[in-house]
């Protein structure tokens, strides 16, 4: 079997619904390469776990890692596990609720390819509301991801504001080589609750010679489902402004 071109690390903790719609838009992926699929659960306790042995057993390009040390440890440190876990010449960082036009993969590997320089590159986000997330079902989605635009709220104000952003930097719509991850370090694991380490991971990477290349593409979304977060807002900026590198979090507005 030839190498591994690209591994996906996707992080989940306790969101099995989400993460079945996004993973059916991995596994159906139009990439004519080899490319893995690592799932980092960080201890889920939904059902996460056995949903996952029988996803495992069907797809051969499917690896599952699981925290059974019973405390949640934090992205950063779960992204991290998932790239020492992989092999692939490039590396995507996404979570369990981005759902990823099939697309994805080769758009994304063939622009790399043609470069001589190292880039990270980020699809728009857009986001689902709580209210709209009964809607999903009602487009064929599973045939063509980009159909959720029509049951997305794009006169939202987050949606709006992408819309209007000349770019944007997040490590989780993303996708980079493993030499600019190895050349940074990973992930920085002081952040150890939700907040900046994605930004920060960026800005890093660009600091160390990567250039940022946002996809804004109409046909390229990436559809992010809703869920319920807790969030130390508090305690992530405080992490921001001790860890991150300068400007983290004060850019994209």
Known sequence: MSSIEVSVVICTINRLELLKKGLFTWINQDFDKNYEIIIVDDGSTDGTYEYMQDRVKKYPNIRYIFNDKKEYTSPANARNRGVNHSQGKYIVFTDAENLIP??????????????KENYITAFRPFMFEEENMNKIENVEWKRDVR?????????SENNKGMLTRNTWR??????????????VGGV???????G??????????????????????????VYHQWHEVNRDLKKADEQRKKFGTKGCGERDK
């Open 102 to 115: 099939y697309e994805y993969l080769s758009y994304t590997y063939e622009f790399h390819n043609k470069q």
């Open 147 to 155: 159909l959720l635009k029509q049951v997305i709220n794009m006169d």
């Open 170 to 183: 997040d490590n989780h719509f993303s996708m980079f080589s493993r030499e600019m991850y190895d050349k």
């Open 188 to 194: 920085n694991e002081n952040f150890d609750t939700w």
């Open 196 to 221: 900046f380490e994605g930004i920060d991971f960026v800005e890093r990477m660009i600091k160390n010679g990567c250039k940022l290349y946002n996809f804004k593409s109409e046909n390229f979304f």
